[in-house]
């Protein structure tokens, strides 16, 4: 469904509420006011990859992250329009480049080219890994959050966790057509 309705953002606001208390001990109402934004139509769950030599001890099992400028372009473009609607007009843009050296690259690169675009929003980039941390220790600091497939699947987990409940967060998916 996803792919046929193009289906490419899915947004998750998160937000601490009276009598939701937080797994943050000084955490108080209104002190995660968040906006995730999941690029929800590639990565890291395209369902490219396979298996072979099955029961052998050389089994092989490959999973395969297919990241485009065009979908990378059109999710930053999203999440700095969502970023310059809300009060604080800010974005953090998640990815591992440190690591995985040629997708997560091209997010990096995009995000450079894309902020051109919104001199008005200020944005920052970090590490999944790190990103985790800053969630829990400074949850002030955030406010527009954008990544790939799988790297805010999780994090939206924890943002919610964060926020008082994984079973009350909220999600929506966003298409052009």
Request: hydrophobic fraction near 40%; aromatic fraction near 6%; charge should be neutral.
């Amino acid at each position: 469904m996803r792919g046929p309705l193009q289906l490419y953002a899915n947004i998750r606001p998160v937000k601490t509420f009276p009598k939701e208390p937080s797994l943050l001990k000084d955490v108080k109402d209104g002190d995660i006011d968040w906006v995730l934004v999941r690029e929800n139509s590639e990565g890291e769950y395209c369902g490219h990859g396979g298996r072979t030599h099955l029961g052998t001890p050389w089994e092989i099992a490959t999973e395969v992250s297919v990241f485009t400028r065009v979908g990378i372009e059109r999710i930053m473009r999203f999440a700095f329009e969502t970023a310059r609607s809300r009060l604080r007009k800010f974005l953090t843009v998640v990815t591992k480049s440190n690591a995985m050296r040629n997708g997560m690259v091209l997010w990096d690169e995009v995000a450079v080219e894309v902020s051109k675009d919104y001199p008005d929003v200020k944005w920052d980039r970090t590490l999944v890994d790190a990103m985790t941390v800053r969630m829990a220790a400074k949850p002030k600091s955030l406010d527009t959050i954008v990544g790939t497939n799988l790297h805010m699947d999780i994090l939206s987990d924890l943002a919610a966790a964060l926020s008082g409940s994984i079973g009350i967060a909220r999600i929506s998916p966003h298409s052009e057509i």
